[in-house]
């Protein structure tokens, strides 16, 4: 079920009977046709141990489900949006960055203490974006929203990407991502800023910037 963009802040999706699409609540702006919202208490296609999972990291995203015929446009706060296709892949974004997507993909979420061990935990703790990331696997596409655009960065086998962690929005493909350090300890006293942590991210892949270090 692809998304058209209609602008840089809302993409228009077409709905069809016997297919279902999960939104975050209050991210439909307008709709024509037979389509229904129902919130889902399910976490998708999570199941109940997606949703534990998020709710215990306090990550939890409110979604509904979109299901009917017609054409749904879609739109949050104003955010940039970005459209990604996934043909077979996992795509690994943070819960609340999700605006919308197929209800074909299978969704769960990652520990991310399982990429990097320990240092994948004080990622979590040092940049805010939690212990738990959300997946998305499977054939279809994932709208996600971030501030000031977003720009798609390939990743190489023995090429590796740095990103502030702070401007990182997405990434997929057989990526691993671990903590590193950008100045010494000496020099990160008294500062505050996201820059004295970088997040190295390694293999085969891509992974989503946006043009701004502020979070959703």
Same mark, same amino acid.
């Given at each position: %079920? ?5 602008n ?9 009977? $016997?297919?279902?699409m ?5 991210? %439909? !702006?307008?709709?024509k046709g037979?389509v ?9 296609? #999570?199941g ?8 215990v ?5 409110? !979604? ?5 015929? $017609?054409t ?7 955010h ?11 795509l690994?974004?943070? *819960? ?16 991310m203490?399982?990429? #990097?061990?320990? %240092?994948? %935990?004080?990622? $979590? ?6 212990l ?7 054939h ?5 929203? *971030?501030h $000031? #655009?977003?720009?798609? !960065? ?15 929005? *997405? ?6 991502n671990? !903590?590193?350090t ?5 020099d ?10 970088q997040?190295?991210?390694? #293999?085969d ?5 946006? *043009?701004?270090?502020e979070?959703?």
């Open positions: %079920m692809p998304f058209q963009e209609i840089s802040k809302m993409v228009e999706a077409h709905i069809r009977p $016997g297919q279902q999960f939104s975050q609540r209050g991210a %439909m !702006l307008a709709y037979e229904t919202f129902t919130p889902n208490t399910q976490g998708g296609q #999570g109940i141990g997606s949703m534990i999972g998020r709710r990291a306090n990550e939890a995203a409110p !979604l509904m489900t979109v299901e009917g015929s $017609g749904v446009m879609f739109g949050h706060g104003g940039h949006i970005q459209v990604i296709n996934l043909a077979g892949d996992t690994y974004v943070e *819960a609340d960055r999700l605006l919308a997507f197929d209800g074909t993909l299978q969704q769960g979420t990652m520990f203490g399982s990429q #990097g061990g320990v %240092m994948g %935990m004080v990622r $979590g703790q040092v940049t805010g974006q939690g738990f990331t959300t997946t998305l696997k499977g279809g596409a994932v709208a996600v929203m *971030a $000031g #655009g977003v720009v798609e !960065l390939p990743i190489a086998p023995g090429r590796p990407i740095h990103v502030d962690p702070q401007a990182y929005v *997405a990434h997929h493909g057989d990526v691993r671990k !903590l590193s950008a100045l010494g300890w000496r990160m006293v008294g500062r505050g800023s996201g820059e004295a942590f997040l190295e991210l390694s #293999g892949g891509a992974v989503y910037v946006q *043009a701004s270090e979070k959703l």
